[in-house]
């Protein structure tokens, strides 16, 4: 029996983890942290440095968790459908997991993964999770996390929505493809490694943008669209050189 604890860990800040999440890391007998390869080293840093500072040494009772590494398969971006590549990256990645969970806990027992975020909002891991299902008795448990909506609107002070308004979360890809969300004053975006707000008209458009959200290193701007287009992008480009990787979220209004 394998028993899988997808744990929401916040943005990568410690004191972001709740409670339950800090109970749940000690409460396991092996924890698997992704490597994403060179110049994303800090990410598996960070959720190294989440576990020190949380799971119990064995001299403060119980046994601590050993955490192991592994390297994250590259997706094939040469295949042209886009659901195709997740789907085959999914299944390299829960075919690493099986790997890892029998080498290391090969009489079954309490695997426990990291995951940035809340694992419900634009994560995959609860699907990779599902592949191992039909490969071995294996029971699920999701412990919430702050997600970087929460840290983004936070950071800038504000609320998500206005009074009685209606918003959608999204991703990059369709505002780039589909415009502005049918319905919404309020767009709330991630996963957009393209800047596509640029692809929308910033005619009374006002944006709330935040890298790192909830870090030691965070980075705010906020103005209207049209003024501050090209100081996010230079200070994304600079961000992303400086530490290797990025991640960062916005949120856009129309006014009116």
């Known amino acids: 029996m394998i028993e899988l604890t997808l744990i929401g860990i916040g943005t990568g ?8 999440a800090v109970g749940a890391l000690n409460a396991q007998d092996l924890i698997l942290i992704p490597n994403k ?4 080293d800090d990410l598996a840093g960070l959720r190294q440095s989440i576990c020190t500072g949380a799971i119990r040494s064995d001299d403060q009772g119980g046994s601590a968790p050993s955490i192991v590494e592994f ?7 040469a295949t042209q459908d886009y659901r195709q590549r997740v789907d085959d990256w999914h299944d390299a990645i829960a075919e690493i997991w099986w790997q890892n969970i029998t080498t290391h806990l090969p009489d079954g027992g309490k695997v426990g993964f990291l995951v940035w975020g809340d694992p419900s909002l634009y994560d995959s891991t609860m699907r ?6 039909a ?3 294996i029971s699920l448990q999701v412990i919430p996390g702050i997600t970087s909506i929460q840290a983004l609107t936070a950071a800038h002070a504000i609320p998500i929505n206005t009074i009685n ?3 959608t979360i999204t991703t990059g ?20 490694g393209a800047c596509s707000f640029q692809s929308i008209d910033p005619e009374g458009v006002q944006i709330w943008w935040t890298a790192y959200a909830g870090m030691e ?13 090209d100081q996010i992008i230079d200070t994304r480009a600079k961000a992303r050189a400086d530490h290797g990787w990025i991640m960062d979220i916005y949120l856009l209004r129309r006014q009116g």
Not at 13 to 20: D, K, Y
Not at 37 to 40: E, N, V
């Open 13 to 20: 800040n410690p004191q972001h983890l709740t409670l339950q």
């Open 37 to 40: 390869g060179a110049g994303k």
């Open 71 to 77: 390297d994250l398969p590259v997706r094939d971006e």
């Open 128 to 133: 990779i999770a599902d592949r191992l299902k």
């Open 135 to 137: 490969r071995a008795d």
């Open 165 to 167: 308004g209606p918003f």
């Open 173 to 192: 890809r369709q505002l780039r493809d589909g415009g502005w969300p049918d319905g919404a004053e309020t767009a709330v975006i991630m996963l957009d």
């Open 217 to 229: 290193n965070e980075i705010s701007i906020s103005g209207a669209l049209a003024d501050v287009t």
